[in-house]
């Protein structure tokens, strides 16, 4: 619960079409949290995209994607989810590609009381992760691998046998327990990261819900309160 958690990954060689290697956080039941990379294959020498995900009290499509400035499958980068009380942060290499604000001053819930376990996989996902669903797999090219290294995990630990709400305030800093991740230099981006930020969204986004009006005639409130 809270913290940071990290993984470097070299993702699939070659044709990687129609699959999808996955590095996420969640938590368990029918209104679960989940922090997710996603990292959709493609074909040979075409680049891989990297979509996000954050699914509050079991709600998600608040997706985004990302062209990378590296090629992803060479060698291996790290990327990282920092939670703390104050926001949620994707890092690609320490720079940061997105930002999840706690804004429930705003009235819009933040993942805050449920902890969460960290996951990876790949699996077949050529109905719709590869030029749009239209490149499927190839299986002659299989098996597919993704690999991995430096595993860092850096965060409160909970027991599976507290709830939810105990574990919140065991994670929680007070008095003389204070975690990290809470200090108050870590509340908000630093400039640096905060033009890392905005160079990551100009020169490599390529989808953000928060802009597709063709899918939400009425945009969802975070979108509206959280202009970059
Ligand atoms: C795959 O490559 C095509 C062509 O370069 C590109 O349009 C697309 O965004 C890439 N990524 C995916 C996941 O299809």
Redesign the pocket.
């Known amino acids: 619960m809270f913290g940071k958690v990290t993984v470097q990954i070299k993702l699939v060689e070659g044709d990687s079409a129609g699959t999808v290697t996955a590095f996420y956080m969640s938590s368990d039941g029918p209104n679960h949290n989940e922090f997710d990379f996603e990292f959709?294959?493609?074909?040979t020498a075409?680049?891989?995209?990297i979509q996000t995900n954050i699914y509050v009290n079991g709600v998600g499509n608040r997706e985004q994607r990302l062209?990378l400035w590296f090629d992803p499958t060479k060698e291996f980068h790290s990327y990282s989810l920092f939670w703390n009380q104050r926001h949620v942060l994707f890092l690609v290499d320490d720079t940061p590609i997105r930002v999840q604000p706690n804004m429930e001053n705003k009235g819009i819930p933040f993942p805050k009381d449920q902890p969460m376990g960290v996951y990876s996989s790949i699996w077949n996902a050529d109905d719709w992760?590869?030029?749009?669903g239209r490149?499927k797999t190839d299986w002659s090219h299989a098996p597919f691998f993704a690999t991995y290294t430096g595993f860092e995990i850096d965060a409160c630990e909970v027991p599976a046998s507290v709830a939810g709400t105990e574990s919140a305030k065991n994670c929680s800093s007070s008095g003389v327990k204070r975690y990290w991740w809470d200090e108050p230099t870590l509340a908000e981006l630093n400039v640096h990261q905060s033009h890392q930020l905005k160079w990551v969204r100009a020169r490599h986004m390529?989808y953000d819900y928060c802009t597709d009006t063709a899918r939400f005639p009425v945009m969802p409130v975070e979108c509206v309160h959280h202009r970059h």
């Open positions: 959709l294959g493609n074909t075409e680049p891989y995209t062209n992760a590869t030029q749009g490149v390529v």
